[in-house]
Structure formats: C-alpha cells, structure tokens
C-alpha cells in the first residue's frame, strides 16, 4: 500500500518542464480518493464498536436483574417479577437450526453448482443459474408463511416415516403430535440459503483454469475424476466461504424461523417433535409486548447472537486464508 | 348462461348502490334506524390510543363509526400489545391505553398518576372477548370440557383424545385415539394471562403454572397472535387451543362446550359470557370500574372462560383540547348502541348494569 502511493510523485519530478501541471492533480484526487477509502473502511469498525457498545450498554439492566444464570437457564420469563431468563435454549436451537440447514443445503447446492458449471449445455445453464438467484430475493416472510401453512404437511409425513423407520435413534424419537418442528424449520432454512451457497461455489468452480482441467483429462481421468482432482480442490476456499456466508444468513434468519419452530424453549435434540426455538425468532415474537427488563434482556440475547456469528466469521476468514496459501502453492 | 350471469351481477350492483343510497339518507334524517341510532355527542380534533391487540377489531369498529357521525374528529388505534399501550400511556405519547390487566399496583400506577398529574387513572371496562377452547377433531361435534380436563391438556397430563379424562366429560361421544396436539401463545399475551388464571382458579390441584402472560406448562406447540393459533388449530387435525371468540368464529372452528362453578356445559354465546361478566366484581374505587372476574361462578348459564380489556385514562388532567373528544368517544363506545356494534365481531356486550357504569363515569372524565 504504502509503497504504490509513494511511487507515483518522485519519477513525475523526475522528467522536467512539462511535469509541473499534471503532477499536481493527480495528488489532490489521490489523496482525496485515499480519505475516502480510509473513512468508508474505518466507518465499519465504528458500526461494529457502536453496535456492540449499544447491545451492552442496554443489556446491562437485564443482566444484573435476572434472578437465574443466564447462561444455563432454558426459560424466557424476562418479564416476570424477579424476571428469570436465559439463551440455553434459544441459542442451542439458533445453532442447531443453522447446522442442520447446512447439512441439508450444501450438498444440494454444490451438485446444483457442479451441473451449471460443468454439465449442463450453456443455453440451460444460463436461465437456470438466473432461476437460482431468483429464490434468494424471496422475502422471507413468504417462505415462513409457505413452511407453516403448507410445507408442514408433507413434513408431518415425513417425520411419521422417519419415526416409524429410524425411531430407535433419538432424534427421530418423538412420537408426535408431528406439527412445527426443528426439521421443518431447518428445511426451510435450507431452501432459503441454498441460492447464495449455490451461485457463490458456481462462480467459483467455472474459474478453475482450463489447463488443470484438460491437464487431469490428458492424464485419462474421468469427467467425475476431473472434477474430484481439478475443479475441487481449486474451489475449496471459495466453497467454505460461501457455506460461512450461508450459515451466516441461516443465524440471523428471523421471521421465517418464528413462523416455523414450534417455540418450547428446552435443550434437545429431539427434530421431528414440537419443539424449536431460536435467538432472533425469541426476539421477533417476545419484543412487542415486552417491559422494560424483557427488552433489555431481549437485547442482551442480541448480543450472544453478536457474538456466535462474530465468532463464526473469523472462524471462516481463517479457514479461507489458510487453504487460499495451501491452494495457491500447489497449483 | 352468460346472459344470466351479467343480469345477476347487475341487479347485484343494483341492490348494492340502492343500499348505499339508503345509508346516505338515513343519516341526514335525525331519527335514522341505522346501526347508529343513539347519535355521538359529537366532539372535534384527534386522538391517539395504543394498545390491547384483542380489542383492536372493537375499537376499529368503534373509530369507523364514530368518525362517520362526527366528520371534525380523527381518532388512531394502534393495537400493538398492551404493555406498549400503557409505557404510550404513561409517556404521555398516547391519550388513553387500551390493556388487557389493570395497572399493577407499584411502579405502573405510580407513572400512570404522575402522568394524569397527580389524579388517579380510571380503568373503564370497554370489551369483553369470550375465550373459545376451539378443537379439531374430525366426527366429534358437541365437546364437552371441564377445567380439569383441560388443564391435564394443556399441561400434557393427557394426551390422546380417548383419554378417560375426556370420556368421563363426554360419556355419549365416539372419541378417536388421536394424539392431541395443544397449541399456546408464543408471545406474551392478556390472553394468555386470563387463560392461566382460569385454569388455576378452576383447577388449583392440576394447574400448578401459575398465571401470566407467558406461556409456563411444558410441551404443545406454540404459535404467533391469535390468527396463528386458529390458523394452526385449522389445519393439524387432533389440535386444541385457546382463543379469541372472533377468531375462532372467523375459522369456522368447532368450538367446544366449557363447565362452570354450577356444574354445567355450557356453550359459549355472547349472553352467557356476559353473565359471567354481570357476576363480576367491582375493585376499583369510585368510577375506577376495575373487574375480578369470578371465573367459578355458580349462576347458571354462565361461560366462565372471558376476557375484559380495559380502557384506562386520566380520570382528572386530561388536557383540555383532547378532554371533549375522548370523552365523548369513550361515552360513545359505553352506549348501548355502541356495545350492540361489537356482538356481529365475535365479541359479547356488556351487561347493561355494568355498561351503565361504565358510561356514567365516562361522563365524570375531566
């Protein structure tokens, strides 16, 4: 950085008469562009601080009021009078929710990016990689009304199969009533952060270089072969990050999680059972008609879920850069 | 065919433009036999009230009606949540609250009479919504329900719909062994408080959960507002769950008969709610008409299971430009004809004892 900036001005004294006029300029608008770029970056850190000192700062209150531990308590009486709260469950379900939907929604994803990239015929690959944009500008609210007033039905079906088939593994243990639940949410959640997995890791796999590709083929491999050893590999940093940034958009979703989990703030991995809660659905539902000490600590479960996604992307910057070096180096 | 159909469409329009044309003369005339016969001691300027969600339905029929009467007059309900109502209330961002508790004794009180500068807060009841135990449950009809049993429902004691808890209340019904799916309120409701309430007065030894606006039993499903919990109970066969009257009305839901203190099943129709209400009691002082519902009332007829939401506004210190508007809007929905507006919603009238209080002091606001 700082050595591109200084080049410029020593060489444009060097060559005499006619530098005066133009060497002036171009330094004003550099440094004017230089401040611009340094107060836009320096803008974000003072929202994060700002964000971060405002959730403190109101969630303080709440913190010193409540009469159990915030940490472990599964229940949400912020409310009551002495309040007792805790983000056990609703955090646990945030994660849990947001997992499951990636387990869900990667595979799809990547086999649906594989295919516009390397399989299907450019004239269908096209419109379909524009349809897979489309549902992410669904609103999400739409997607949670779907799930609840419709979706849940072949889910009820499903959940009966999967308890009558694989009932001896606990998570498919409930025996019902099968309603809203932690599966039908997570495959909502799925549906919703497939196109941002998908277009990302489709825009990845298309840049892996041409010669690798017909390097793999000279050597006989196969078109999976190929794939496996050429586009995988030199798409694996630009996969991880777009699953980040799914699973980032999975634990913030709100409304669509509101209207699809069952709302019973308990620790479990039960999935198929009513049940399911998560930090930003806790908020959406409880903030209306919440007191004084119920929206301080509505605002201090803000500030867990701050943090898991804080945590959760410096996990995946670290990750990227890391194999970035490893994949830069063999290739 | 077609030709019909454009006939029927027309005279349809027809009768529809002759009806308006009736409306529109019925007004002019003094002596109209509209729905709004009793005319609003009509008051000019503009109102802002917040809170209870249970009774926005009344209070936009209300403002409907009365701005109709009374063209210089503009009035806002924003029914989101009674605990906003009364913080609008107490910071003075609202002329009266609508909620579905009396003020709690302490802090809240406290605020509201600082903010009517120094004079107590009157607490008018104005709405009374019957809470439905609607059901799905497909060949069963006339449900019959007593506290205790539905407190073992709704604490998950009971499960299947061919409990003998059930049978005992239903001996002549043919009851299904479907699992039963009970269905609460995820967010704080008024509802939800009246519904705990109930259970614990009526069923003290099943429902150890106390009363609140939280949702404290195990196990159900939870949903969004009342048009989620009717939604839900539509669509999942086995379901049941508690809501406002209206809603269940508006989701052609079954909706099941509840035994009061006298030992009978009753069904719920706006008469037997008020009888319940009729039987209630006053605790409030002077025109504070503060209501302890006796939710084991022994009067026959009564359905015990009822909802009171509150008006509450500056018996004293009103400011004087809004002083004639809210009390003749506040005198207006206590009128008979006022109340009469609300039964087509699925809201049950005031009793005529207690709306004549209610609309008395009404009148004293100052």
């Known amino acids: ?331 | 065919m077609k030709l019909k159909r454009h006939g029927l469409l027309a005279s349809v329009a027809l009768c529809a433009t002759l009806a308006l044309a009736a409306c529109g003369s019925d007004n002019e005339e003094p002596g109209g036999s509209g729905v709004d016969a009793s005319k609003a001691d009509c008051a000019t300027g503009s109102l802002n009230a917040r809170g209870s969600s249970a009774q926005k339905n009344a209070m936009d029929e209300w403002i409907k009606a009365y701005q109709q009467q009374c063209s210089g007059a503009t009035i806002n309900y924003q029914g989101d949540g009674s605990g906003a109502g009364i913080t609008a209330f107490t910071g003075n961002t609202a002329d009266f609250a609508g909620s579905d508790a009396a003020l709690k004794d302490g802090d809240e009180t406290t605020k509201a009479t600082t903010r009517c500068g120094g004079n107590a807060p009157l607490h008018l009841p104005m709405v009374v919504g019957p809470i439905a135990m609607a059901y799905n449950l497909e060949g069963v009809k006339d449900l019959q329900l007593s506290p205790a049993t539905i407190a073992k429902i709704f604490s998950g004691a009971v499960k299947t719909w061919d409990a003998p808890e059930i049978k005992a209340d239903n001996p002549s019904a043919t009851l299904p062994s479907t699992q039963i799916l009970a269905i609460h309120r995820q967010d704080s409701s008024g509802t939800t408080e009246n519904f705990t309430d109930y259970l614990g007065k009526t069923a003290p030894d099943v429902w150890t959960f106390g009363k609140g606006k939280d949702w404290k039993a195990p196990g159900g499903q939870a949903e969004q507002k009342s048009d989620g919990v009717a939604g839900a109970i539509k669509k999942s066969a086995g379901a049941i769950g508690y809501v406002e009257l209206s809603f269940a009305q508006v989701n052609a839901l079954s909706i099941a008969k509840v035994k009061n203190g006298a030992g009978e099943y009753t069904a719920l129709t706006g008469e037997a709610a008020g009888k319940t209400i009729s039987g209630a009691k006053v605790t409030g002082t002077g025109s504070d008409l503060k209501l302890t519902i006796d939710y084991t009332t022994k009067q026959a007829g009564a359905y015990p299971l009822i909802l009171v939401t509150y008006e509450i506004v500056c018996s004293k210190g009103n400011p004087a430009d809004k002083l004639p508007l809210i009390k003749s809007f506040l005198t207006f929905t206590a009128s008979s004809a006022g109340q009469k507006q609300l039964e087509k919603l699925g809201y049950a009238p005031l009793p005529e004892e207690t709306r004549a209080k209610v609309e008395a002091a009404a009148k004293t606001l100052a």
């Open chain 1, 1 to 331: 950085m700082a050595t591109t900036t200084g080049v410029p001005s020593p060489p444009a004294a060097g060559p005499g008469e006619g530098g005066s006029l133009p060497r002036k300029r171009p330094l004003g608008a550099e440094m004017l562009f230089r401040g611009t770029t340094t107060a836009a970056g320096t803008m974000v850190l003072v929202i994060i601080v700002a964000i971060a000192v405002f959730l403190i700062w109101q969630a303080v209150p709440a913190l010193t009021d409540n009469d159990a531990n915030f940490l472990t308590e599964e229940n949400w009486y912020a409310n009551d009078n002495p309040p007792r709260f805790g983000i056990a469950a609703t955090a646990f379900g945030t994660v849990l929710t947001a997992v499951i939907a990636l387990l869900l929604a990667v595979p799809v994803a990547l086999g649906i990016a594989l295919c516009l990239s390397h399989y299907a015929p450019k004239r269908v690959a096209t419109p379909l990689g524009f349809i897979i944009d489309l549902l992410a500008a669904v609103p999400s609210v739409v997607f949670g009304l779907w799930g609840r007033d419709y979706f849940f039905e072949p889910v009820q079906g499903l959940s009966r199969f999967l308890h009558e088939n694989l009932g001896w593994l606990p998570i498919f243990g409930s025996e019902g009533p099968y309603g809203k639940s932690v599966l039908l949410g997570s495959i909502v959640l799925a549906i919703m952060i497939l196109p941002i997995v998908t277009s990302l890791s489709r825009e990845v796999f298309m840049q892996t270089p041409a010669q690798n590709e017909e390097a793999a083929l000279a050597l006989g491999a196969t078109k999976w072969e190929m794939i496996r050893t050429a586009v995988l590999p030199f798409g694996r940093p630009g996969i991880i990050a777009s699953v980040m940034l799914g699973l980032g958009r999975a634990l913030g979703e709100t409304i669509a999680l509101a209207l699809t989990l069952g709302g019973v703030y308990k620790v479990s991995f039960d999935l198929i059972g009513p049940g399911g809660t998560s930090i930003a659905a806790n908020i959406a539902t409880r903030f209306g008609e919440a007191n004084e000490v119920g929206r301080s600590a509505l605002i201090a479960s803000g500030l867990v879920l701050f943090a898991i996604t804080l945590v959760v992307n410096m996990i995946a910057r670290a990750i990227v850069y890391r194999r970035r070096e490893f994949v830069g180096g063999s290739a």
